[in-house]
């Protein structure tokens, strides 16, 4: 049986879930994500690659980094994840800008209890005091990671479209108005949106909605707010696609939170 289940605490959301049918659809966070397989084999491609995560593997996540994901077979999985924002996860390593991981799974038994310590800390409701520590040692094992500055991407019409796309999230994305205004036609910019960023802009666009009605959600406790800032038909509509990435529909990530 799939199963998702979430929980907020000193900032950091923490995430359980086994599942067996489920299938991710291609999405990324705008958080750096990590977390432990903690039976079978978790699959998903990422950056143009097939990973695959055995037991113990610890899967890395810097933001905005494209992927799905899927169990291997019928047998399923169960792992745990946290999801840490990049202003917070950046400050404890002591950098300015965002890095990427060498390596998107590694094998390392400290980082792996560390992680494995905090998730049990934040779904018993531990002080976030102590969850903050715990935040701060696993920070400290990545010393023993591999990883480099992100490059920045000179790329200023991208860029430029991303500002546009959060700029509408209560809208629809009218692809023919944005391409224009970025001096392309609407499948140059296709082409050009999905080769800088693994991803095409309706599904980007998409994703930046439902990441947007999560921190609503988060914030206000009111499921109706994100429908309505985020440009949603419907309570059905936005429970339909925040599955489709998170596992579980809006209203029952709203219950896990309150």
Same mark, same amino acid.
């Given at each position: 049986?799939?199963?998702?289940?979430?929980?907020?605490?000193? #900032?950091?959301?923490?995430?359980?879930?086994?599942?067996?049918?489920?299938?991710?659809?291609?999405?990324?966070?705008?958080?750096?994500?990590?977390?432990?397989?903690?039976?079978?084999?978790?699959?998903?491609?990422?950056? #143009? %690659?097939?990973?695959?995560?055995?037991?113990?593997?610890?899967?890395?996540?810097?933001?905005?980094?494209?992927?799905? #994901?899927?169990?291997?077979?019928?047998?399923?999985?169960?792992?745990?994840?946290?999801?840490?924002?990049?202003?917070?996860?950046?400050?404890?390593?002591?950098?300015?800008?965002?890095?990427?991981?060498?390596?998107?799974?590694?094998?390392?038994?400290?980082?792996?209890? %560390?992680?494995? %310590?905090?998730?049990?800390?934040?779904?018993?409701?531990?002080?976030?005091?102590?969850?903050?520590?715990?935040?701060?040692?696993?920070?400290?094992?990545?010393?023993?990671?591999?990883?480099?500055?992100?490059?920045?991407?000179?790329?200023?019409?991208?860029?430029?479209?991303?500002?546009?796309?959060?700029?509408?999230?209560?809208?629809?994305?009218?692809?023919?108005?944005?391409?224009?205004?970025? #001096?392309?036609?609407?499948?140059?910019?296709?082409?050009?949106?999905?080769?800088?960023?693994?991803?095409?802009?309706?599904?980007?666009?998409?994703?930046?909605?439902?990441?947007?009605?999560?921190?609503?959600?988060?914030?206000?406790?009111?499921?109706?707010?994100?429908?309505?800032?985020?440009?949603?038909?419907?309570?059905?509509?936005?429970?339909?696609?925040?599955?489709?990435?998170?596992?579980?529909?809006?209203?029952?990530?709203?219950?896990?939170?309150?």
């Amino acid at each position: 049986m799939d199963k998702f289940i979430y929980k907020k605490r000193a #900032g950091i959301t923490a995430l359980t879930a086994s599942m067996a049918d489920f299938t991710y659809v291609k999405h990324c966070h705008e958080e750096y994500a990590m977390g432990v397989t903690l039976r079978g084999v978790q699959q998903y491609n990422l950056d #143009g %690659s097939f990973q695959s995560s055995y037991r113990d593997g610890v899967m890395l996540f810097h933001p905005e980094q494209v992927h799905d #994901g899927r169990a291997q077979d019928r047998s399923g999985i169960d792992y745990v994840m946290i999801y840490i924002q990049p202003d917070l996860f950046l400050d404890l390593l002591g950098k300015k800008d965002i890095v990427k991981f060498d390596a998107p799974i590694v094998y390392n038994r400290r980082l792996e209890h %560390s992680i494995l %310590s905090l998730v049990r800390a934040i779904f018993s409701d531990q002080d976030e005091a102590v969850c903050s520590e715990m935040l701060i040692r696993i920070a400290h094992h990545f010393s023993d990671i591999d990883m480099q500055v992100m490059p920045r991407r000179n790329d200023r019409l991208i860029t430029r479209a991303k500002d546009m796309i959060h700029a509408s999230l209560n809208d629809v994305l009218k692809l023919d108005e944005l391409s224009r205004e970025l #001096g392309m036609t609407k499948y140059q910019f296709i082409r050009a949106f999905k080769a800088s960023t693994g991803i095409s802009p309706y599904r980007f666009f998409l994703n930046s909605k439902l990441e947007h009605a999560k921190r609503i959600i988060e914030q206000k406790k009111d499921i109706y707010s994100a429908v309505a800032a985020c440009g949603f038909v419907d309570l059905s509509h936005l429970n339909r696609h925040f599955k489709r990435v998170y596992g579980i529909t809006a209203m029952e990530y709203l219950s896990y939170i309150e």
